[in-house]
């Protein structure tokens, strides 16, 4: 029973690429959510996805980065024009419904992509 | 708003000796879940342990157990006979129920331990 998968693990780009970190939820979860962690800092929240829906995205830059998760395929976090300070660690976690006891209100994270901006 | 202090950066402990991190957090919700998860060098994060605020009982996991104090929003950690592979960053996670459909996890800053050989 594979966890949850992130790919690219490692990723570098150039100022004003695009970055594209994609994650594939836990058999079974249908909700995702995304993570950044800057360097020597803790996690914060960007955004919550469900399929084909964005349930809270209140810890999104509003400007260059968007995410998605299709009927089809895995939840991708998108970054336009990247600059030197989205330079971080990137993760993905998901879970079934939350608030059921199905559950357990736990989230479980992938291994985190790193993406360099040089 | 949530939010979650973790007041001790690093620490460090001797192989075999027993360890406490701290974690307090601030909260008007009464219903809601409390995590410390582990992130060591490989920065994969693991989830140690889980407490719900509702139950008065501790969590325990084999030699991780908790000191969750609801009326003075304290969650401590620890960890006992601790272990080289026991160094890593932990981190305390908040996560509160809702009935509007949204959660998301608030996490402190983390405490970077270091088991002694």
């Known amino acids: 029973n594979a966890g949850v998968m992130q790919n690219p693990r490692h990723l570098v780009r150039r100022r004003g690429q695009e970055a594209r970190l994609r994650c594939s939820p836990m058999?079974?979860?249908?909700?995702v959510y995304w993570y950044r962690q800057l360097p020597e800092e803790g996690l914060k929240f960007m955004v919550y996805?469900?399929?084909?829906?964005?349930?809270?995205e209140s810890g999104m830059p509003k400007e260059r980065f968007s995410a998605e998760f299709p009927k089809e395929g895995p939840s991708i976090l998108r970054i336009q024009q990247v600059v030197r300070g989205d330079s971080a660690a990137y993760f993905c976690?998901?879970?079934?419904?939350?608030?059921?006891?199905?559950?357990?209100?736990?989230?479980?994270f992938g291994e985190g992509s790193w993406l360099t901006v040089v | 708003a949530q939010t979650v202090t973790q007041s001790q950066p690093e620490m460090s402990v001797q192989e075999a000796e027993t360890v406490t991190l701290s974690c307090t957090y601030d909260?008007?919700?009464?219903?809601?879940?409390l995590f410390w998860y582990k992130q060591p060098p490989s920065r994969q994060m693991i989830l140690v342990i889980r407490?719900?605020?509702?139950?008065?009982q501790n969590a325990t996991e084999n030699r991780f157990s908790v000191n969750f104090q609801k009326a003075a929003k304290s969650f401590s950690l620890k960890i006992s006979d601790s272990q080289l592979g026991d160094t890593a960053m932990y981190f305390c996670?908040?996560?509160?129920?809702?009935?509007?459909?949204?959660?998301?996890?608030?996490f402190g800053t983390g405490t970077r331990l270091k088991v002694l050989a």
């Open positions: 976690a998901s879970s079934p419904l939350l608030g059921t006891s199905l559950s357990g209100n736990t989230i479980y």
């Open positions: 058999k079974g979860h249908s909700h």
């Open positions: 996805l469900q399929k084909e829906n964005i349930i809270d």
């Open positions: 909260t008007s919700e009464n219903n809601y879940y």
């Open positions: 407490q719900e605020a509702y139950k008065q």
């Open positions: 996670a908040f996560m509160r129920t809702s009935t509007s459909g949204t959660y998301k996890y608030i």
